[in-house]
């Protein structure tokens, strides 16, 4: 058994990485081979004293699971880091921080390409992330003409997860007479709407689309909105969202790049038509290249799964079929567990029946505190119209 700290912060459950930290250390805590000793990481500015009566244990490995910039404080002894990206540079600053850990971890060869080509020397291994399919079970069919054909995208703080794409892809693929709409499922909704305010289509489309800003217990909840997810990102380090989406059995329609590449036709209809461009925005920033779909490649696949609604719907049961057999988050945990071993890490003989009390503890504390913190306030929300679970 692998015993170790877990240094963590953010773990949202709205938020992507945030639910692949958390869903990480559930399936850690469960697998039998890790002892875990998850903390939020502000307390390594704790003073020492503080530390060891929280007992905190620098002895252990320490595995930080954020971005390197997040990094305030490193771990008095050994420090691991899990990290991802989702351009072709790292940020100024990012490699020299992560080169200060022993060991990189990523969720895609696609990242580990990025972090040596930014300068990371350290040695790095690649950790698929899974699904959680008790969170994402596949969805029952939403009876014939109970509502138009609804695509979701999803929007975050600029454009990166490419809902611009889809947003004109909408207005490319269909009419005013076609029985379809759009969700922009988005935190920010004044964001959204400022960025598409200024291009607007003309035509009665445009009542089709909705800025969603709800924030869902369950994430099936959103995919219960819709019959498909469009997903044109620029680019990812993994892609949890999409791969959830596909979990519940709808269809995804998902760019061929970046982390999203990883299987991408077992799980999606893959869009390989995209330039690579500069990947600097005005919300983003971020340094290097990342790719830009096609958005008449795009319309094409979104008017596609409109007009064959059955067979887009086999495709994605299909695609929650194979996630099911291939993407679990028991084998992310044994494939961590084997690079742990590949590294030298050293494992105690004696593992116990179920993990420890206090840990299972330490986590309820720590995903409780991110839930309870403070967050920006939700705006004034647009209920849509789905099926119940």
């Not at 081979?33 to 390594?44: A, Q, R, S």
């Not at 399919?133 to 997860?161: M, Q």
């Not at 998902?254 to 919300?283: F, K, M, R």
Request: with cysteine.
């Amino acid at each position: 058994m692998i015993d170790l700290n877990l240094a963590v912060h953010k773990v949202y459950p709205f938020d992507g990485f945030g639910r692949i930290i958390r869903q990480l250390t559930e399936a850690m805590l469960t697998s039998g081979h890790f002892d875990v000793h998850p903390y939020p990481m502000e307390m390594l500015e704790w003073p020492g004293f503080m530390q060891t009566a929280a007992g905190l244990d620098h002895s252990r490995l320490t595995l930080f699971l954020c971005p390197p910039n997040w990094i305030k404080k490193p771990a008095p002894g050994r420090m691991w880091l899990y990290a991802m990206h989702e351009s072709s540079q790292l940020p100024q600053g990012w490699a020299e921080a992560t080169n200060t850990a022993e060991h990189l971890i990523v969720p895609s060869e696609w990242c580990a390409e990025v972090y040596r080509g930014s300068g990371v020397t350290i040695p790095i291994s690649t950790v698929h992330p899974g699904v959680d399919f008790n969170e994402c079970p596949v969805l029952p069919p939403v009876r014939s003409g109970a509502r138009p054909y609804t695509f979701i995208a999803l929007g975050d703080r600029g454009v990166r997860k490419g809902w611009d794409i889809a947003y004109s892809a909408f207005f490319k693929a269909f009419r005013a007479d076609d029985n379809v709409s759009l969700i922009l499922k988005t935190n920010l909704t004044d964001t959204v709407r400022k960025m598409f305010a200024h291009s607007v289509p003309p035509g009665s489309l445009l009542q089709r689309v909705r800025v969603w800003s709800e924030r869902v217990d369950n994430i099936r909840d959103i995919f219960a909105q819709g019959d498909c997810v469009v997903y044109p990102a620029h680019g990812e380090g993994w892609g949890m969202f999409p791969r959830e989406a596909a979990s519940c059995g709808l269809p995804v329609i998902a760019t061929h790049y970046s982390g999203l590449a990883v299987d991408c036709a077992q799980w999606a209809y893959p869009i390989d038509d995209y330039e690579i461009t500069p990947a600097t925005g005005e919300w983003d920033g971020l340094p290097g290249l990342w790719a830009h779909p096609s958005v008449d490649a795009v319309a094409e696949q979104m008017r596609w799964c409109y007009d064959h609604p059955d067979e887009a719907r086999a495709k994605g049961r299909q695609s929650a079929a194979w996630l099911r057999q291939n993407a679990t988050w028991e084998q992310s945990a044994a494939r961590l567990y084997e690079v742990f071993q590949a590294a030298g890490q050293p494992a105690r003989p004696i593992v116990p029946a179920s993990p420890p009390a206090g840990s299972v503890q330490m986590l309820k504390q720590v995903l409780e505190q991110s839930r309870n913190s403070k967050a920006a306030p939700v705006l004034a929300q647009e209920r849509v119209n789905g099926h119940g679970l």
